[in-house]
């Protein structure tokens, strides 16, 4: 977790801390020492805060993260009290799975970050408004997909697709359609390549660019599977804070 401000890292480890799911492995108020720690942790999330960070300091810290390539890199979630969705849809340009924001209460807080750790996206309304109106199919194509008139998916692919527009993460995605969580990775590593797209949020704003999430075929998905939490959207549409959390 890397925050600049002290008390709120003090503040935000010790409630996390305090969660049995969640297991805090460092705070850093340094970019240095947040990155040097992160270069050996096996971490499954990184937590920055991007209040009063520029633009490219936010693409220093979270696109260097992203770079890292192997299983040991984690999954980044900005965390902001203040920034602005500017700022937020930065974070989402670096490589951040999300924005979480610190006035969450702490349930909310936490299946923000665990949502994250699953590989799940995670989006205050406003932020996930603005993204999906930037990104309208009359708006010029900012990640470069190809066009070709289709997606060119398989039928399961596109069952994938539905539901990861709807922001569920990868075992969530294998438990409603009875498969296993190895083989939605491979699906989504498929339509990946095949739609030349960096990464899962690229592909949850393509889905909802085109509509393909309304024409896929209903995919029946059980009630239990996504939990209703009122103030984070876990982007039906498609991570600020300072720490690594592993769970």
Partial sequence: MYDPNHLSLTGLSSILQEEATIHVSGRFSTVESFMEATARSTANVALVCIDNLPAPGIQEIIGGLTARNGSRAPHV???SMS???AAH???LKAGARGVILKSYPTPRLVHAITTVADGGIVLPHATARILLERFSPERANPFGEKESGGLGLTTRQRDVLALVARGLSNSEIAQSLCLSPSTVKTHVSAMLRS????D????VVYAHRFSE???VRAVPTAPAVVPTVP???TVPAVPAAESMGQR
């Fill in 89 to 91: 849809l930065e974070a």
């Fill in 195 to 198: 739609l030349d797209l960096r």
């Fill in 83 to 85: 920034a602005t969705e």
């Fill in 200 to 203: 899962r949020t690229q592909l």
């Fill in 77 to 79: 979630a900005a965390m």
């Fill in 213 to 215: 999430a309304k024409r």
């Fill in 231 to 233: 103030a984070v959207s």
